[in-house]
């Protein structure tokens, strides 16, 4: 498993923007071969999965946050960033990031999870 730790989240006004970032453990090998996908889970709603960098260079991204949203990757830093602009009230949720050998856009394919990060988008 790969110890994540997300920050970056808080409370921003609708059109706002905000930085998350899920930084793996400094001791953890091959990051850069490590898909990391970033999820989120609002009050009484199901985990959504968000945007994705499989590796290789790939983006992916639900369509909700298309245009807004753009995940990034330092493998020399063993972070992934998720810079999230034009933020609406329903982006408010916890923030989750985790990583695994493989892409996938299930939660439960995943075995390493950071802590969360509120993100709060409101006036």
């Known amino acids: 498993q790969v110890q994540l730790v997300e920050s970056g989240g808080g409370l921003v006004q609708p059109g706002g923007s905000l930085r998350l970032s899920c930084a793996a453990s400094a001791s953890t090998f091959g990051f850069s071969r490590y898909a990391v996908v970033w999820f989120r889970q609002a009050p009484g709603k199901e985990r959504e999965f968000v945007a994705a960098?499989?590796?290789?260079?790939?983006?992916v991204y639900t369509d909700s946050v298309k245009g807004r949203f753009t995940i990034s990757r330092d493998n020399t830093k063993n972070t992934v960033y998720l810079q999230m602009n034009t933020l609406k009230p329903e982006d408010t949720a916890v923030y989750y990031c985790?990583?695994?050998?493989?892409?996938?856009?299930?939660?439960?394919?995943?075995?390493?999870w950071g802590q969360g990060t509120q993100v709060t988008v409101s006036s």
């Open positions: 985790a990583a695994g050998p493989r892409y996938s856009q299930k939660g439960s394919d995943f075995d390493s």
């Open positions: 960098s499989p590796g290789g260079g790939s983006r």
